[in-house]
């Protein structure tokens, strides 16, 4: 390389050359413009993450509802009392409705109409009717064995004043269990109870409704029968 070579190398070191400052303008206008767009981003994620959070805490549902701890001044349980000579009782709303949301579907169950829905509906229409009528021994016989020994049996209960019924059908899957498949269904159970007398369930006074989900199955050689609550509202052994 000649003398003039030296002197005026054909690319100038980076950063030195005429157009530098220009190439450095550039580049620190495109950083400036990139962050700009990141924490616009960011203000926008937010503005609409915190609106939607919000309004997903808001939606409850049974299986994130809770109660405050309460105690109730319950009635005097009358073991002997027959609640359907109360005419005030039987004033009330006593119709056991069914509902399938999936098909839009809703009607009022019987003893006469009540096997056309499924095996569970039938088992919950009896679970109803054996609160109302305090027969603790018919209750017991809805659960599986699995959920007897793991929570005991129902104690003595009396006739229990219930109105304003609803079964509501929830989901249907199927699990494989030693080997069997076994259908589960979920249903959320809502009713109210006129005069709570305290021996069938604490958790709720007079009038007051708070839904259960009750969740069946066919594992006991293959009868459908209440496997548990998923979400307990109800004190030890008070179901």
Do not use: W
């Amino acid at each position: 390389m000649n003398s003039m070579d030296k002197d005026n190398p054909p690319f100038p070191p980076d950063g030195q050359g005429e157009d530098a400052p220009a190439t450095r303008r550039a580049s620190t206008g495109k950083l400036r413009r990139r962050i700009l767009i990141v924490l616009a981003c960011m203000v926008v994620f937010t503005a609409v993450a915190i609106p939607l959070v919000n309004y997903i805490e808001r939606e409850d549902t049974p299986e994130v509802m809770t109660f405050p701890d309460a105690k109730y001044n319950f009635a005097e349980p009358d073991y002997d009392y027959d609640i359907m000579k109360d005419k005030d009782y039987l004033s009330l709303n006593r119709v056991v409705m069914y509902e399938n949301p999936a098909q839009n579907f809703s009607t009022s169950l019987d003893s006469g109409n009540m096997e056309e829905f499924g095996e569970a509906v039938t088992v919950l229409y009896n679970m109803i009717r054996r609160i109302i009528q305090g027969d603790t021994d018919g209750y017991n016989r809805l659960f599986t064995n699995a959920y007897r020994k793991a929570n005991g049996e129902q104690e003595r209960f009396a006739m229990q004043q219930l109105y304003d019924i609803v079964l509501t059908r929830s989901n249907t899957e199927q699990v494989t269990e030693n080997g069997a498949i076994v259908t589960y269904q979920t249903f959320y159970v809502r009713y109210k109870i006129r005069l709570n007398n305290g021996t069938f369930r604490t958790d709720i006074g007079d009038d007051e409704c708070r839904p259960q989900i009750v969740v069946l199955c066919n594992r006991d050689d293959g009868k459908m029968l209440i496997d548990r609550f998923d979400k307990v509202y109800l004190s030890q052994n008070k179901h």
